[in-house]
């Protein structure tokens, strides 16, 4: 054909050369690009390690929460029974000196009223015995007013004393049934106390289990995104991966092939590299919050 046409020679050297300075122009913007990626890549990875490591650090952290939660709840546990063995004891204790004053207040009154029934029975002999003699022995009437009177003078001189004892007796027992009040209402008291710490025990029981499935949620929510940004990693690995394989390919083809995916493809792949970093920075900001509210 160069034979035939000798005239069209130089234009078609001059094409051919203008061809090759555009594609070697094309060739040195895509491995530009290539390598702003790269490096864009290898910045994004950094950040990818700093923020397993944070994530490592947190988890670290909420491990240890976690034991101190569960070391508080044996403690809280441990309080709880030690409370409540101590109340069965109190109330043991309090139900045996109970049971113990009132077996001696009724011992009291059950020796007492033998002691008046003997004193009763021991009047009405004197009694019988002063009518029989004075039956027996008749005379005057004088001398018997007179000794009935002294009789009951000594007499009421003794009922005085035995009101006296009585007052007695009945002031030892208000006292013993003032003690017996006063053990209730400590009882009462202290079994009201044991129902408030159950309840206090309850309540710090709920709060313990809302703060446990509050971090269980946020460690699945972490371990979520942690896989959502590994998956993106991935996807824009296989993308520059993909970019460099086209950029390879496209070394050997026309202009026509390659002049319109280039723009595109790199516009996409800023977009993708810009969203992933918003996301670590949502991610870090999101895990600053969590850390000071722990």
């Known amino acids: 054909a160069a034979k035939k046409n000798p005239g069209t020679t130089p234009s078609t050297a001059t094409t051919s050369t203008a061809t090759s300075s555009t594609k070697s122009k094309k ?37 240890a929460l976690r034991g101190e939660l569960d070391r508080a709840a044996t ?9 409540k063995t101590d109340l069965s004891q109190l109330q043991e204790r309090q139900k045996a000196e109970l049971a113990k004053q ?9 020796n007492q009223q033998q002691r008046w029934e003997q004193q009763l029975a021991h009047y009405q002999n004197q009694l019988k015995e002063m009518e029989s003699k004075r039956k027996q022995e008749g005379g005057d009437w004088s001398k018997e007013m007179t000794q009935a009177m002294q009789r009951e003078q ?30 209730g209402s400590r009882l009462e008291s202290l079994t009201q106390t044991s129902e408030n710490a159950l309840n206090r025990e309850r309540d710090a029981e709920d709060r313990l289990d809302a703060a446990l499935t509050q971090h269980a949620r946020q460690i699945s929510q972490r371990q979520a995104r942690e896989a959502e940004l590994e998956r993106t990693i991935q996807e824009l690995n296989a993308a520059l991966v993909q970019k460099a394989g086209n950029a390879d390919i496209a070394g050997g ?21 810009e969203s992933l970093e918003s996301e670590l920075e949502h991610s870090n900001s999101q895990w600053a919050q969590e850390k000071e509210r722990c």
């Open 102 to 110: 009132q077996e001696l207040h009724k011992e009291a009154l059950q």
């Open 253 to 273: 083809l026309g202009e026509s092939q390659r002049g319109g995916l280039a723009p595109p493809g790199q516009a996409a792949l800023q977009a993708r590299i």
């Open 27 to 63: 060739e040195q913007e895509l491995m530009a690009a290539t390598k702003e990626a790269q490096k864009e890549v290898r910045v994004l990875r950094k950040h990818v390690v700093k923020l397993n490591s944070t994530l490592e650090t947190a988890e670290q952290e909420i491990q």
């Open 154 to 183: 000594e007499m009421s001189s003794k009922v005085a004393l035995l009101e006296d004892e009585k007052a007695v007796l009945e002031s030892q027992i208000s006292t013993l049934t003032s003690q017996q009040e006063a053990l």
């Open 75 to 83: 403690r809280m546990e441990q309080d709880r029974t030690k409370a």
